[in-house]
Every structure is written in structure tokens, then in C-alpha cells.
């Protein structure tokens, strides 16, 4: 069974290889798609990723604490302990999903006082 799982692990990673986009350590704007944009976009891109790393954090804890809940077996404080993972993760997620929606406001305010499209 360790071998089989073995086998396949390699043979995924693999397989998932071939969809990984690597950087470029010579010219990282052009594979980053980054060449040819302007700041503003630049800008909204990367915040944008990083809100993005920041919202699968809080997803994976949220997963984290719902886990740690079930597996609580009805002990009192595996269950408070779980459930302030669970709020934390729930307001972290709440507060990467308004940081978003003030970059898409700010950027399209700053695109239409600019003038610049």
C-alpha cells in the first residue's frame, strides 16, 4: 500500500509539473505578465494576489477549526477552543473580503478622476 501510494504521488507531481508557471529569473515581469501594464494595474494586481493568499488562509483555517470541532469528542474545551478558531478565521475572511472591495472602489475612482481607462 506505501508503494502504491508512493507511485501515485510521483506520478502527480508529475503530471502537475507541466501546469506549474515558473518565474523567470531573467526577465520575471514578462512571465509575471507585468511588462507591458501600467502602475495602477500593477499595483491592483499584486494586492490583489495577496488578498487572494490571505483569503485561502482564512479558508483553510475555517477548515482547520471545523475539524478540530469535530473531532472534539464532546470535550468542553476542544470545542471553545474550535470555535475561536472558527470566529477568528470568519472575521479574518470578512475583513480580506472589505480590503478587496476598498481596492476595486479605490482604483475605479482613481480610473475615473484620472481620465485614464
Do not use: H
Not at 6 to 11: A, N, W
Not at 25 to 32: G, Q
Amino acid at each position: 500500500m506505501k508503494k502504491i501510494l508512493q507511485g501515485l504521488t510521483v506520478v502527480g507531481g508529475l503530471l502537475t509539473a507541466q501546469y506549474a508557471r515558473a518565474v523567470s529569473f531573467y526577465d520575471p515581469s514578462s512571465s509575471l505578465g507585468l511588462s507591458t501594464a501600467d502602475l495602477v494595474s500593477t499595483v491592483t494586481k499584486v494586492i490583489q494576489w495577496v488578498l487572494g493568499l490571505l483569503g485561502l488562509v482564512a479558508v483553510i483555517m475555517i477548515i482547520i477549526g471545523g475539524f478540530r470541532w469535530m473531532t472534539a469528542g464532546g470535550n468542553e474545551e476542544k470545542v471553545e477552543a474550535a470555535k475561536k478558531i472558527l470566529t477568528a478565521s470568519i472575521i479574518g475572511l470578512i475583513i480580506v473580503l472589505l480590503a478587496w472591495a476598498i481596492v476595486i472602489f479605490a482604483t475605479g475612482t482613481l480610473n475615473n478622476t484620472s481620465g485614464v481607462s
